[in-house]
């Protein structure tokens, strides 16, 4: 079945294929390869009955990313076996986008309030994203509850 277009729109080269921008609203999803991002889970466990301070924290620092054009993702997840853990997904454009927000004035706020709420650092584990699919839907914010 062929991928609902809105009239008048002129089809993409490659349907689903992201070359830079969301392109017209369509129901393909997203997919990028990301040659040469960098990325980062992080764990954070927090101190018992702190994850809800911990998730203030890093929510406000998230209202923040504008300011950081390199960082491309950054994802908060509720561990959902260990009540007081935090996971953090981040993408990065390259190594000198990683850099510049980890020197960004918000970061360093962040990385001052964490220590209260943490029982240990963070834990860092490096990867190098390699390919992307994101249903569009998601993306365009038609399937996510906007919590602003």
Aim: proline fraction near 10%; charged fraction near 25%.
């Amino acid at each position: 079945m062929p991928p609902r277009r809105r009239p008048g729109r002129q089809a993409p080269t490659r349907p689903g294929v992201f070359t830079g921008c969301v392109s017209e609203p369509t129901d393909d999803p997203i997919t990028a390869l990301l040659p040469g991002r960098v990325g980062l889970f992080v764990r954070l466990v927090c101190k018992a009955g702190a994850r809800t301070a911990a998730l203030d924290i890093t929510n406000r620092y998230i209202d923040s990313l504008a300011g950081e054009p390199g960082t491309e993702a950054f994802i908060v997840a509720v561990d959902p076996n260990e009540a007081d853990m935090l996971w953090l997904y981040e993408w990065f454009t390259d190594d000198d986008a990683l850099n510049a927000h980890r020197s960004s004035a918000p970061f360093h706020e962040m990385m001052a309030e964490l220590p209260s709420v943490l029982s240990a650092p963070p834990a860092l584990i490096r990867v190098d994203p390699l390919r992307m699919h994101l249903q569009r839907s998601v993306a365009e914010g038609r399937t996510v509850d906007r919590i602003f």
